[in-house]
């Protein structure tokens, strides 16, 4: 019998990949992020909102993670921004690997920000890296504030969350003051922004943060 | 569900390395996994099943050992074990907490003949 020592990490694969993408954005002045949440919580209502907000001064494109479909980068394109639809066939994340591949379809000379939509799914995805410079997790009213104390992982490695749906806020036993705790406990300098995808409500504050994230980015090139 | 991804790279990474080491039949594997991935255990043990059928590493054993979160608060310095719920410093209060261990998942060893 023969004992051999591994130490080799099931992801390392995963990471020179993810290393790779973020040279490569590194390089060409692109603010990257990767966009999680549950199913149904608005990621794609909040991008075609970003895009109209941001799209004047900030170029854009998406990937767009789905299992299957591309009914969420149709939406996208009729926004007018550049969008490559990743379907990972049963995959309940986006790897590096399919991040890589997806930006062979994009031209990204012109772009400074580039948004990853990954799959609807709050466990998964966090553990992935793509390269992207902030995760950002959207959790919206109606699904309930125990998300974070359910899903840590996904809340502190977020730099940003998102509170969607705000405007049924007042219809939603959804308490403001436990997520807000409970969210600081998991990782204290998460930055948290209450909207509305629907109503259009609180996306200032939003697009200005991520507008200065994109300049400052572009800035250190 | 990600650990069926998962546990496609140990088992390639064994396939790999019991090649270049001349072993025909893998019979134990031990898998550290910390308990800050969102990897579960139960379902890494069926990934396993499943992804090790046909290859020398069928029936092997796999042992999983959990790795504790173990933070270290930045203002006193000091290393304490925690949970994922609460990155706050037990000694003195302070909010910013570093982890040291807990988000480890790799293959410590495997046996084989």
């Not at chain 1, 998460?190 to 109503?199: C, G, H, M, P």
């Not at chain 2, 134990?28 to 059928?53: I, Q, R, Y």
Request: proline content about 3%; hydrophobic content about 40%; aromatic content about 6%.
């Amino acid at each position: 019998m023969v004992k051999v020592r591994l130490a080799s990490r099931i992801l390392e694969a995963n990471e020179k990949i993810a290393e790779r993408n973020r040279k490569f954005f590194q390089d060409k002045g692109i603010f990257v992020i990767n966009l999680m949440s549950s199913p149904g919580s608005g990621k794609t209502s909040i991008l075609e909102r970003t895009i109209s907000r941001l799209s004047g001064e900030t170029p854009l494109a998406v990937i767009e993670g789905d299992i299957y479909t591309s009914q969420d980068a149709e939406r996208i394109e009729q926004k007018g921004a550049p969008v490559v639809q990743i379907n990972t066939s049963g995959a309940c994340h986006l790897d590096a690997h399919m991040v890589e591949e997806a930006l062979g379809d994009l031209d990204l000379d012109k772009i400074k920000l580039l948004v990853i939509e990954n799959v609807g799914n709050l466990v998964c995805p966090a553990e992935f890296d793509l390269g992207e410079d902030a995760k950002v997790a959207v959790l919206s009213t109606t699904e309930g504030n125990d998300k974070p104390m359910k899903y840590p992982l996904v809340f502190r490695q977020s730099q940003a969350v998102l509170v969607n749906k705000i405007d049924l806020l007042a219809h939603t036993d959804f308490d403001l003051d436990v997520l807000r705790r409970d969210v600081h406990l998991i990782n204290p300098e998460l930055k948290i922004f209450e909207v509305s995808a629907r109503t259009n409500e609180g996306f200032e504050p939003w697009c200005q943060w991520l507008a200065e994230q994109v300049r400052n980015k572009a800035a250190a090139v | 569900m990600h650990e069926l991804s998962l546990m496609d790279g140990v088992v390639k990474a064994l396939l790999k390395s019991a090649g270049e080491n001349d072993i025909s039949k893998i019979t134990k594997v031990k898998l550290v996994v910390g308990k800050m991935t969102a990897a579960l255990p139960s379902a890494l043990e069926f990934a396993f099943e499943v992804l090790s059928k046909g290859t020398l590493i069928e029936g092997a054993e796999l042992e999983i050992e959990e790795q504790e979160i173990i933070g270290r608060c930045e203002a006193c310095g000091k290393e304490f074990k925690t949970n994922l719920y609460a990155f706050v410093c037990p000694h003195c209060g302070h909010p910013k907490v570093d982890i040291v261990s807990g988000r480890d998942l790799y293959i410590d060893f495997y046996e084989g003949d």
